[in-house]
């Protein structure tokens, strides 16, 4: 409970530095903020006058702030949607490669480490550490073209995109239901298995991508992690009475080796679901990153605010999940 009642000063200071930061445009921009139709852009001294934003900066924060609890985001230039629909339509895009690839990057990283410091410096010890250092030197939009022009250009699988033109055909029809806007989910509530698994072969390959280059990373924090606690104390001991060196392993270093990892892990995750610029934009998938991509370059206040907002409330979010799981991990740390 005290966890969460923090959560309400720092959401409000995540808005309070977002505000200030649009103080640093001008009325006539910020007026868009307020905007919620392309009619709307056409009032825009009115709209200044209607929400006071020639008032003192804590007046003008009072109205923003009302307006985003009710939902009012602004409009989108850079999309000629209001800011509310267009995360509406384009988070369940993001959210759903998130959905795929960060079980895999957090528990293949956590596999590859255990085994890589169990076995230090021997074969599996450096084939794994070889890998992280392959994964993590790779930029990431060139293993994406690699993985587009082998396993499409060349292999004809795994096409970039959501869905192909007969299952797009499907979920635009009168009959298809829309539950949480992820293709796979709502195929499965739709009982369409056609769709389900076009859009897991959609899904392949970005998934792929960033498995490869980001589960480097929790690799290296859980082997480095996993190393420090063999060489603790309480393993020492527990050798010496002849407990079980499985259990030592599974029952006891691993368990402990998981903190920073679960921290790290909890950054990783809430950084993909707030978007990934260079995935999305590889692989024609239209999610939040590629949209505030293209806001950003397009000036589009609005968007860039409500991305801003929406990013530090992700991230205030999985602050207080990772501190809810060191408690689970760890007993020694109390949640009061």
Not at 12 to 36: C, D, K, W
Not at 100 to 124: E, N
Not at 220 to 234: A, N
Request: aromatic residues 10%; without cysteine.
């Amino acid at each position: 409970m005290r966890r969460l009642l923090l959560m309400i000063p720092t959401l409000l200071g995540v808005s309070i530095l977002v505000f200030i930061i649009s103080l640093a445009f001008t009325p006539e921009q910020r007026a868009a903020l307020y905007v919620t139709s392309p009619k709307g852009a056409a009032r825009i001294y009115e709209i200044i006058e209607k929400y006071g934003l020639n008032r003192p900066p804590h007046e003008q924060y009072i109205t923003w702030l009302s307006n985003v609890l009710q939902g009012n985001l602004g409009y989108s230039k850079s999309l000629n949607i209001p800011v509310a629909r267009a995360f509406a339509e384009l988070w369940p895009v993001s959210l759903e490669i998130t959905l795929y690839a960060a079980p895999f990057i957090v528990l293949v990283g956590i596999k590859l480490g255990k085994i890589s410091a169990i076995h230090r410096d021997k074969l599996p010890d450096h084939i794994s550490r070889v890998l992280a250092i392959i994964g993590w030197s790779l930029p990431i939009f060139w293993s994406a073209i690699i993985l587009l022009a082998v396993f499409y250009g060349a292999l004809g699988i795994f096409p970039p995109g959501r869905l192909s033109p007969e299952a797009q055909a499907i979920v635009r029809s009168p009959g298809w239901v829309t539950y949480t806007g992820l293709y796979t989910i709502d195929a499965l509530l739709n009982r369409n298995l056609f769709v389900f698994f076009d859009a897991l072969r959609h899904l392949f390959l970005p998934v792929l991508n960033l498995v490869i280059v980001d589960n480097a990373i929790i690799m290296r924090v859980m082997r480095s992690s996993m190393l420090e606690e063999l060489h603790k104390e309480y393993v020492i001991a527990a050798r010496s009475k002849g407990v079980d060196e499985d259990v030592i392993i599974n029952k006891h270093v691993t368990r402990n080796a998981l903190i920073p990892v679960v921290t790290l892990a909890g950054i990783l995750t809430a950084g993909l679901m707030t978007g990934l610029v260079i995935t999305e934009t590889v692989f024609e998938l239209k999610g939040i990153g590629y949209w505030a991509a293209h806001a950003a370059e397009q000036l589009d206040i609005p968007s860039v605010l409500a991305f801003a907002l929406f990013t530090g409330v992700i991230f205030v979010i999985a602050n207080l999940i990772v501190d809810v799981l060191y408690a689970y991990i760890d007993p020694r740390v109390r949640l009061q």
